[in-house]
């Protein structure tokens, strides 16, 4: 692989002051993250920032040199758009360098109320085409925008042609059902939206029996999502990574348990101008977080060196030791 673009930025996940400063220590360029409520697409209980704690961890990161970008890309719901207000209105107070958003009126609020604030789109806005990605452009100044996991490699590069904002895209991590922005499934099994409240598979509904011989069943309210042998590990029960019988055949029958993993395609993805690349996992741990950001630190710094990247480093790290390139080398249609 041989360097031929700009040196891309580096967007690490950070679900708690500490994993914050893990990520930065490790060599994010900017950690994305939430306050601790329903504005942001991760409101699980033990993660995410009050305002203070958000102010410190703000303060550490431009220290170290890195950017916090807070994300509020969840849908403000009816009659209490203030909670989604307050936070802009916050995390500009205390220094964010963007905020990450993906209802178009609290872009527009942003746009109106606070006209400096630099302001990225969110992959929960669903943005997949030029005139929808140029229309936030030109009516809200969107810098940039977080493109969803559904394109190839030839349509990134097709869009950033037409557009004239920064892209950033997962290369790492967690994959959803291919409708960034609209799931419908957890909401209908728990009552709690991702996209409003911002909680998949809510902890609260989840639970796990085991019967005499030790196989475990896993459900999310009413609902089996799996069984398992007890030789088989267990992983936590959301509908899009459940097992069902189709025909009487059990499969996953809409996403295998699997990550992200597109460090293979680094030289691809900054040739079909890619300003940024995404790791997924707010939720998790500090020391999984600082070995992912290391290892992307690492293989991006080979590439941009001449260097052949360590492409082995991160399959240890993806969900049951399997990966995907994903839509990227999409072969369907």
């Given at each position: 692989m041989t360097p031929d673009t700009a040196l891309p930025e580096l967007i690490c996940p950070a679900g708690t002051p500490a994993s914050l400063r893990s990520a930065v220590d490790a060599?994010?360029?900017?950690?994305y993250c939430g306050f601790a409520n329903e504005t942001n697409a991760r409101n699980f209980p033990g993660l995410n920032f009050g305002k203070e704690e958000l102010a410190e961890s703000i303060q550490h990161a431009h220290n170290k040199g890195a950017k916090v970008l807070v994300a509020i890309n969840t849908f403000p719901q009816a009659g209490r758009t203030c909670l989604w207000k307050?936070?802009?209105d916050d995390a500009v107070e205390i220094g964010a360098d963007a905020l990450i958003v993906a209802?178009?009126?609290l872009a527009a609020y942003v746009h109106r109320t606070h006209p400096d604030m630099r302001l990225h789109l969110s992959v929960q806005a669903s943005a997949s085409s030029p005139d929808t990605i140029n229309y936030y452009r030109q009516r809200f100044d969107i810098k940039r925008v977080v493109l969803p996991r559904v394109l190839t490699l030839p349509e990134i590069a097709a869009i950033n042609k037409e557009i004239d904002?920064?892209?950033?895209v997962f290369v790492f991590g967690g994959l959803c059902v291919m409708a960034e922005g609209r799931c419908s499934l957890s909401s209908y099994a728990t009552g709690k939206s991702p996209n409003m409240s911002g909680v998949c598979s809510p902890a609260s509904h989840v639970r796990y029996e085991q019967n005499a011989v030790g196989d475990m069943t896993s459900r999310l309210g009413d609902f089996v999502i799996n069984r398992f042998s007890k030789d088989e590990p267990a992983g936590y029960p959301t509908i899009c990574k459940g097992r069902y019988k189709v025909d009487g055949k059990a499969a996953y029958i809409f996403e295998e348990p699997t990550s992200l993993n597109a460090v293979q395609m680094?030289?691809?993805?900054l040739k079909a101008g890619v300003t940024a690349l995404k790791i997924e996992g707010r939720q998790r741990s500090r020391a999984y977080v600082a070995e992912v950001v290391s290892a992307f630190r690492e293989a991006i710094d080979d590439h941009m060196g001449g260097r052949t990247p360590d492409l082995q480093r991160l399959i240890a790290l993806t969900e049951g030791g399997r990966q995907t390139a994903g839509a990227y080398r999409k072969t369907w249609r």
């Open positions: 060599g994010a360029d900017a950690v307050s936070s802009v209802d178009i009126g904002c920064e892209t950033e680094l030289p691809d993805l």
